[in-house]
């Protein structure tokens, strides 16, 4: 049985890390909030907008839907979405492994795949893994700071960018998508080429004639590129919120695991000093017999 001193501090140290785990609980869910109200304030617009830019595109032909055009697929771009901060859980493998898992199905292809990341943990990672791509940037962690539109923009356009120029044939996205703050759900987006909408293959029904307002060119030009941003930065608010809720079951669980951990220890320095005050009276009672005799 380990002595009172060491029981004593054991119970120091796993309060300390239980008060540490709540605050961040507290912390969490304080920006779990905020980050939710974003992305259910942003999603239902999103969507809608990529089942529109799946008819619109289709409608297109391949001069004009440089965004949609089909080709032999070569270079593959990843893009992990994930968080600059860990004690979230597997919030982050979760992800790793669904990347993982495409890059064996892309080189069994024969497929060159290259990896964008977005999140400091993701950098970590793929660092040393001969993955990166030197032409592209490796500081985008700093998007989490103040997300907003803005900040997603450029990365977005680069991203546009790779593919008009041919140095990749398809971008795919990885990120945790938030459905609440329990649940995250994986999800491998393809982002490049435009996929057509989902909605319309599934009712049967064929792509037809549509009407554009302004022009087909204005639209190439400028509605299409703004509405692959807002993908994007739905993806970023996505695994943002996602990120907050992760960490604030994770912190929640660690904080019930600290308390179930306290019960015990303080039911074992409680055992110990009863054995301590006996062993004490047993001492005395014999030392007064050994006086008597």
Not at 1 to 18: A, G, Q, Y
Request: positive net charge.
């Amino acid at each position: 049985m380990p002595s009172l001193k060491e029981v004593r501090s054991r119970i120091v140290s796993v309060n300390s890390t239980k008060q540490i785990t709540a605050a961040m609980k507290m912390v969490s869910a304080a920006k779990l909030r905020r980050a939710q109200d974003a992305i259910v304030r942003m999603r239902p617009y999103a969507e809608k907008l990529q089942t529109i830019l799946g008819n619109v595109s289709a409608s297109l032909d391949s001069s004009e839907g440089i965004y949609s055009a089909q080709r032999e697929v070569k270079k593959v771009l990843f893009v992990p979405i994930v968080s600059n901060r860990g004690l979230a859980g597997a919030f982050n493998t979760q992800v790793f492994r669904l990347v993982r898992k495409a890059l064996v199905d892309a080189k069994a292809n024969g497929q060159e795949v290259s990896i964008l990341p977005i999140g400091k943990k993701a950098m970590d990672l793929y660092r040393r893994s001969g993955l990166l791509d030197t032409n592209l940037p490796t500081d985008l962690a700093n998007l989490f700071d103040g997300l907003n539109f803005d900040k997603a923009s450029p990365v977005a356009e680069l991203l546009m960018q790779q593919y008009r120029e041919g140095r990749y044939d398809r971008v795919v996205l990885f990120y945790n998508k938030f459905k609440n703050a329990a649940v995250q759900i994986t999800t491998e987006e393809q982002y490049l080429p435009i996929a057509p909408a989902e909605a319309s293959a599934k009712a049967g029904r064929t792509q037809g004639e549509h009407i554009m307002e302004p022009d087909r060119a204005t639209i190439v030009e400028e509605i299409i590129p703004k509405s692959l941003k807002i993908q994007l930065y739905k993806a970023l608010l996505d695994s943002f919120a996602a990120e907050h809720g992760a960490r604030m079951t994770a912190m929640h669980k660690a904080t019930d695991n600290a308390d179930a951990l306290l019960k015990d220890l303080k039911l074992t320095y409680n055992k110990a000093r009863q054995a301590s005050i006996t062993n004490e009276i047993l001492e005395i009672v014999g030392g007064a017999e050994a006086l008597k005799g």
